[in-house]
Every structure is written in structure tokens, then in C-alpha cells.
């Protein structure tokens, strides 16, 4: 505690001695003032002149203000800006992304499209083969080329000879299906 009360007791007598140093070189000066030729424009009053300061510095604040207002309202709206190119940007690159995958969809769509049309003209044709020889011989067994049948047979063959022709119509249609949807 003896260092902080010496302390203080040296500044205390700084002060007592800056204070008593300016009172007697106060009282030891004499001032004298002369008069100077001043032009009369030059002299301003002094309540102008404080009102003009006055003035400007009310200026040069409201001057500060505006612009501190103006420029954070610059500064939001800057970052409003960046926020929507960002989400732009990143919208567009979803939109691309999208799109490369719907292509490659597309691409594997018309891959297996054509695939099926393949498989239905190559199937229609593998069914059409047998399915002829099933009408055929039905005719000819109906029209008794390999000796007599009965009434009983006969009304078999003709069932036979009419679910072939019907499902041979059926054949075709899918494989006129297939031949459009393979574009010839």
C-alpha cells in the first residue's frame, strides 16, 4: 500500500505545483491590447458565426446519418441480391441435374421400348407358325381329306378352327402393334 500512497501524494503535488505555476505567471503578465485596422467586412458578429457553425455541424450530422442509414440499407439489400443468385445458381444447377436424369430415363425408356417391340414381333411370329399348322389341320380333318368323322369330332374341329383363327386375329393385331411401334 506504500507505493500507491506515495503515488498518489506525487500527483497531487504535480497539480498544486502546474495550478500555482499558471496563477503567477498569470498575476506576473500584463496584457495590452491595441487596436488593429480591421476592415469593417471582415468583422462577423459573433452570434452569425456561431449560428453558421452551428448549422454545418447539424448538416455534416444529419449528412452522417443519411448515410449511415442508406448504407445499411444498401448493404441488406446487397445481401439480398447474393442470397437470390446463390439460390439461383443452385436452382439451376438442380434443374440441369434433373434434366440429365430425366435424358438417361428417356434414353433406358426407349432402350426397353424397343426391346419389347423386338420380343413382340419375334414372339408373334414364333406363335403364328404353330398356330397355322393348328388351323390348317383342323380344315383338313374338317373337310375329311384323311376319311370319314362324326358329328361329334367335327363340331370339335370347327371349335378348334374358330379359337385358332381367333386367336391368330389376336396374333396379328399385336404384331401390327409392334411394327408401329417400331416405325415401319
Known amino acids: 500500500m506504500f507505493p500507491q500512497r506515495r503515488l498518489i501524494i506525487s500527483a497531487l503535488l504535480i497539480g498544486a505545483a502546474i495550478s500555482g505555476m499558471h496563477y503567477v505567471g498569470m498575476a506576473g503578465v500584463r496584457f495590452e ?60 444447377q438442380l434443374v440441369e441435374q434433373r434434366t440429365q436424369e430425366l435424358q438417361q430415363e428417356k434414353l433406358i425408356s426407349e432402350a426397353a421400348n424397343q426391346a419389347k417391340s423386338a420380343f413382340l414381333a419375334n414372339m408373334s411370329h414364333e406363335l403364328r407358325t404353330p398356330l397355322t399348322s393348328i388351323i390348317g389341320f383342323s380344315s383338313v380333318m374338317i373337310q375329311e381329306a384323311f376319311g370319314p368323322i362324326n358329328d361329334r369330332q367335327r363340331e370339335y374341329l370347327q371349335h378348334i378352327s374358330s379359337g385358332g383363327y381367333q386367336l391368330l386375329s ?15
Open 170 to 184: 389376336l396374333i396379328n393385331d399385336l404384331l401390327d402393334l409392334a411394327k408401329i411401334e417400331a416405325d415401319r
Open 33 to 92: 491590447f491595441a487596436p488593429l485596422a480591421t476592415p469593417q467586412a471582415a468583422l462577423i458578429d459573433g452570434t452569425k458565426l456561431a449560428t453558421t457553425i452551428g448549422i454545418a455541424v447539424l448538416l455534416i450530422f444529419m449528412l452522417a446519418l443519411l448515410a449511415s442509414f442508406f448504407g445499411r440499407r444498401l448493404s441488406a439489400e446487397l445481401a439480398r441480391v447474393e442470397a437470390l443468385r446463390q439460390s439461383e445458381e443452385r436452382l439451376g
